[in-house]
């Protein structure tokens, strides 16, 4: 069996195609696999670091805002679908001759995806995201399977006789941890604990508002707090906490530029304050925590804030957008939270409740049988 990957552009639309991939070969281990990105683009490094082969095709996406500079961008991309990237996606295709063919995501997807499909190769698509893609949006009525994340994905689709919801694959299974046991791993002592982080390279509204939150909490007393302030932010992020009026406090604050142990910090939140990725609506689910979302709002399509009204829906969050982010509103909010156990509870349970086990299994269902066990083994 051979199977191509399309996937490219963000961390969210390649680490479901890893994690599906990863599955392919836990269970059939003879599958020859490929993946197709752009050469200069995140999906080069993480999927070589996967060991997967890959190989690199110039792509481009087009730019919704019309500016000077984005018409030059859209006419390089529109030559790059319609001639130079559509030729080499086909000449890969008939070289690998796949037997099946998955997208996840982003323009590659797209590119990918609607090669194979005129070249009569099964196809498969899955969206991460509770808002879908162009790609997703595109491939719709074409692809002969579309798998979504969440019921919420088909509101926005005009095609959905061929969706099925699978929810987001993730690589390997979250290790749940106790909430004290983890806690004790962390070092932190007992009490109320907030984990909060705005991303890779942080997030300055997010930064500044946390350090007032912390000046909250240390009033407030007994309250411990995680925060990853990110690659470019750890100057900004000790400034506000030196405005705020901070003290220190190695023992309850914990504070660094990347967390890598992010479920162990996850198990031990009682709370916690982010973005709204799809892998890290994935997560609070999988975990099972109730959130205080703040989507990035340059969002291709806003489709973070669709993320977390999905978890807000079902009462698993409160959600915050950008444009209303303050000092004093995040304070507000978690102080309510905070004092209402009861509505944190449920929304605890909540968001537990929607979570979606073993992803990844119910993708390779679906690959089963669109494609036969017969070619799989």
């Known amino acids: 069996m051979r199977v191509l990957f399309a996937a490219g552009g963000t961390a969210g639309h390649i680490n479901p195609a890893l994690a599906i991939a990863d599955k392919l070969k836990q269970v059939f281990p003879e599958t020859e696999i490929l993946f197709i990105g752009t050469p200069n683009g995140m999906e080069n490094r993480l999927v070589t670091k996967a060991g997967y082969d890959f190989r690199g095709v110039e792509m481009a996406g087009?730019?919704?805002?019309?500016?000077?500079?984005?018409?030059?961008?859209?006419?390089?991309?529109?030559?790059?679908?319609?001639?130079?990237?559509?030729?080499?996606?086909?000449?890969?295709?008939?070289?690998f001759k796949p037997d099946l063919a998955v997208g996840t995501g982003g323009y590659v997807t797209g590119t990918v995806l609607g090669q194979a499909i005129a070249l009569g190769i099964k196809t498969i698509t899955h969206e991460s995201n509770s808002y879908p893609g162009m790609a997703t949006k595109m491939l719709s009525d074409k692809a002969d399977k579309v798998l979504l994340a969440s019921e919420d994905a088909k509101k926005h689709l005009k095609h959905t006789e061929r969706c099925i919801v699978t929810g987001n694959?993730?690589?390997?299974?979250?290790?749940?941890?106790?909430?004290?046991?983890?806690?004790?791993?962390?070092?932190?002592?007992?009490?109320?604990?907030?984990?909060?982080?705005g991303g890779s390279l942080g997030a300055n509204k997010i930064t500044e508002s946390v350090a007032e939150l912390i000046a909250w909490e240390q009033k407030t007393g007994n309250i411990n707090h995680i925060h990853s302030y990110g690659g470019k932010n750890r100057d900004i992020f000790l400034e506000a906490l030196r405005q705020s009026g901070v003290r220190e406090d190695k023992q309850r604050l914990v504070f660094k530029e990347y967390i890598d142990n992010m479920y162990t910090c996850m198990c031990a939140a009682d709370l916690i304050i982010s973005r709204a990725g799809a892998m890290t609506i994935t997560e609070l689910t999988e975990i099972g925590r109730p959130s205080i979302l703040i989507p990035f709002p340059q969002a291709a399509e806003n489709h973070q804030y669709y993320n977390a009204l999905s978890l807000v829906d079902e009462n698993a969050a409160v959600l915050i957008e950008d444009k209303d982010l303050t000092k004093a509103r995040l304070v507000d909010e978690v102080s309510r939270l905070y004092a209402d156990r009861a509505r944190l509870s449920v929304m605890e349970h909540?968001?537990?409740?929607l979570r979606r086990p073993d992803a990844a299994g119910a993708i390779l269902s679906e690959i089963i049988d669109l494609v036969g066990e017969d070619k799989l083994v």
Request: proline content about 6%; overall charge positive; charged content about 30%.
């Open 62 to 95: 087009f730019q919704r805002k019309l500016t000077p500079k984005n018409v030059m961008r859209n006419v390089r991309a529109a030559y790059c679908y319609l001639v130079s990237a559509k030729r080499e996606v086909r000449k890969i295709i008939r070289a």
């Open 169 to 197: 694959p993730l690589r390997t299974n979250i290790p749940i941890e106790e909430r004290n046991a983890a806690r004790e791993r962390l070092g932190l002592p007992e009490g109320f604990t907030i984990l909060s982080f």
């Open 350 to 353: 909540n968001a537990g409740r």
